[in-house]
């Protein structure tokens, strides 16, 4: 089992930036891939980003790439998304999600493959 938890949401301008962090219990984070998915007022909960247990792979929704980043660190059991450029409509409910892809060195978008979820935190960007 694994717990995950998010912090760093907010209220930010446009234009500005914020660090997701996503810890999570066990001892065998290392070995899962991670992702990112947000969810606005309204609409489906759809994909950010997603890094491979080791982090030697990552991958990006078109919204994201050039402004987001995903990293990990083991050693803290904590996974990361770094959001730059921040634009309204990148308001949303931000949710880290964790799957044990049994060794393969994948970064998953889709979410029927993560198998746990945190909470979430909430983003809000003012015009």
């Known amino acids: 089992q694994v717990q995950l938890v998010e912090s760093g949401g907010g209220l930010v301008q446009t234009g500005g930036s914020l660090r997701l962090s996503c810890a999570a219990s066990?001892?065998?984070?290392?070995?899962?891939?991670m992702g990112w998915f947000r969810q606005a007022p309204g609409k489906e909960r759809e994909f950010v980003a997603a890094i491979s247990w080791s982090g030697g792979r990552t991958y990006y929704s078109d919204s994201a790439k050039g402004r987001f980043t995903i990293s990990r660190v083991n050693a803290k059991n904590t996974v990361y998304l770094q959001m730059n450029s921040l634009k309204p409509e990148d308001t949303a409910v931000y949710y880290c999600a964790a799957t044990d892809p049994l060794g393969t060195e994948v970064a998953i978008t889709t979410e029927y493959e993560y198998d746990y979820w945190g909470q979430g935190t909430q983003v809000t960007v003012s015009s």
């Open positions: 066990g001892r065998t984070f290392s070995s899962y891939a």
